[in-house]
T-cell receptor, first 113, second 115 residues
Framework: NAGVTQTPKFRILKIGQSMTLQCAQD?????MYWYRQDPGMGLKLIYY???????DKGEVPNGYNVSRSTTEDFPLRLELAAPSQTSVYFC????????????FGPGTRLTVL | QQQVKQSPQSLIVQKGGISIINCAYE??????FPWYQQFPGKGPALLIA?????SEKKEGRFTISFNKSAKQFSLHIMDSQPGDSATYFC??????????????FGKGTKLSVIP
């Protein structure tokens, strides 16, 4: 199993551009999450999904959108990128409601200039 | 509102020493407390976790101590090695109710183990 994969690894955007961060998992996990990690700030939850077709906001959802059309994929969309969205983005997945361990992808480092 | 407070922000320990990282939480509904380890350029990975029905859990050189009344938990790394140099995050979540199964992370501790 590849686990949780994320693409791209790095990206530089100009202010106002849009992009989609890709996340996929091959473990048949129902729960998927998007976090952002800023230096010295830990990880903050952006959006999460408990299954295909079901998504909900986390702590810092403004400026982002998500969709979950399949169990495997959970893309994160940035519309009108702003410098405040410069961060490292991590996708994670968890098997189901009665399991606790979240498995993280390798991250996408995004810079907005 | 920061629900999980972690200290220290950075820690330098000599090889063979004990590394101790502390966390305090506010939400008494939390009932799952994991520690994640993150190496530079990588995603966090679960190191060890505890539930509030026990006061201590040990896995190899890593031990979690949990104090429910004080709402505190800590990670102890015995016989610290240079390979343990990483950033450690404590976290907490609840298994039912609003926000269930969402991890709330501390801000992280950068551990450096020097030879």
């Amino acid at each position: 199993n590849a686990g949780v994969t994320q693409t791209p690894k790095f990206r530089i955007l100009k202010i106002g551009q849009s992009m989609t961060l890709q996340c996929a998992q091959d473990m048949n996990h129902n729960y998927m999450y998007w976090y952002r990690q800023d230096p010295g700030m830990g990880l903050k939850l952006i959006y999460y999904s408990v299954g295909a077709g079901i998504t909900d906001k986390g702590e810092v959802p403004n400026g982002y959108n998500v969709s979950r059309s399949t169990t495997e994929d959970f893309p994160l969309r940035l519309e009108l990128a702003a410098p405040s969205q410069t961060s490292v983005y991590f996708c994670a997945s968890k098997e189901g409601q009665h399991t606790d361990t979240q498995y993280f992808g390798p991250g996408t480092r995004l810079t907005v200039l | 509102q920061q629900q999980v407070k972690q200290s220290p922000q950075s820690l330098i320990v000599q090889k063979g020493g004990i590394s101790i990282i502390n966390c305090a939480y506010e939400n008494t509904a939390f009932d799952y407390f994991p520690w994640y380890q993150q190496f530079p350029g990588k995603g966090p990975a679960l190191l060890i976790a505890i539930r509030p029905d026990v006061s201590e859990k040990k896995e190899g050189r890593f031990t979690i101590s949990f104090n429910k009344s004080a709402k505190q938990f800590s990670l102890h790394i015995m016989d610290s090695q240079p390979g343990d140099s990483a950033t450690y995050f404590c976290a907490a979540s609840r298994r039912s109710g609003a926000g269930s199964y969402q991890l709330t992370f501390g801000k992280g501790t950068k551990l450096s183990v020097i030879p």
